[in-house]
């Protein structure tokens, strides 16, 4: 029982190895760059007004992000391996600017305009997270690969209320990250663009198919 539970859900296991890579990689970052980076500012950022409220899509972001993914792990592994690409490759190429590029900004108020619940828990992610390590936002980037796979999964695009749900979720998220000043609109920007590129990687070359019939036709060339 136990080794087929082991061979059903050994997809977990590049999950797991990212994860851990992705944390540490992270988590190394934050604690190094404080200082002599790059700092991101366009002047749209300076016409987004402060709005508390949107901290609560926000950290949504962590849910519907695991969701998507843990959905597809048990329902469809196929999604599930172009997510992960998807995903994995967008984090590994923020990971890899951060490294080479350090960057931060400036845009948090230095005092909250209000006292209430969404301001405290404004105040405790500012704690948290450190204003560098921006770009491009991972925050958009992935909440835009999970309404990719969201939708182009044949079992949840053809329910309307997820399709909807899932673009409201995603957009707020996205605005989300501008509203409570964690990023700028050129992190926004940047992760459109790095998703759009990935977006034709993955689902419409195919690269995951693409990879397999490769396989499939090595094997079966000759031997010589």
């Known amino acids: 029982m136990k080794t087929f539970a082991m061979r059903k859900y050994r997809h977990a296991v590049?999950?797991?190895?990212?994860?851990?890579?992705?944390?540490?990689?992270?988590?190394?970052?934050?604690?190094?760059?404080t200082k002599d980076y790059w700092v991101i500012h366009v002047a749209l950022d300076d016409y987004i007004p402060f709005w508390e409220g949107f901290v609560i899509p926000y950290f949504l972001w962590f849910l519907y992000v695991s969701a998507a993914v843990v959905y597809l792990f048990f329902k469809d592994k196929d999604d599930y391996y172009r997510t992960c690409i998807f995903l994995f490759t967008g984090m590994t190429i923020f990971l890899t600017i951060s490294t080479l590029f350090p960057n931060g900004h400036h845009l948090r108020p230095a005092v909250l305009?209000?006292?209430?619940i969404f301001t405290m828990m404004v105040s405790h992610l500012y704690k948290a997270d450190t204003p560098t390590?921006?770009?491009?936002?991972?925050?958009?980037?992935?909440?835009?690969?999970?309404?990719?796979?969201?939708?182009?999964?044949?079992?949840?695009?053809?329910?309307?209320?997820?399709?909807?749900?899932s673009l409201l979720l995603c957009i707020?998220?996205?605005?989300?990250?501008?509203?409570?000043?964690?990023?700028?609109?050129?992190?926004?920007v940047t992760a459109?663009?790095?998703a759009a590129v990935m977006y034709g990687i993955v689902y419409k070359?195919?690269?995951?198919?693409?990879?397999?019939?490769?396989?499939?036709?090595?094997?079966?060339?000759?031997?010589?």
């Open 14 to 33: 590049p999950l797991i190895i990212y994860g851990i890579i992705y944390l540490t990689w992270f988590l190394y970052l934050e604690r190094k760059v």
């Open 113 to 116: 305009p209000r006292d209430n």
């Open 133 to 165: 390590n921006l770009w491009p936002s991972i925050h958009v980037y992935n909440s835009l690969g999970a309404h990719f796979a969201i939708m182009k999964n044949n079992k949840l695009s053809g329910k309307r209320p997820v399709r909807v749900l």
């Open 172 to 188: 707020s998220i996205i605005l989300s990250t501008m509203f409570i000043k964690q990023h700028s609109v050129f992190d926004v």
């Open 192 to 194: 459109f663009i790095m």
């Open 205 to 224: 070359y195919d690269i995951l198919t693409m990879h397999r019939l490769k396989a499939i036709r090595k094997k079966a060339a000759p031997q010589i």
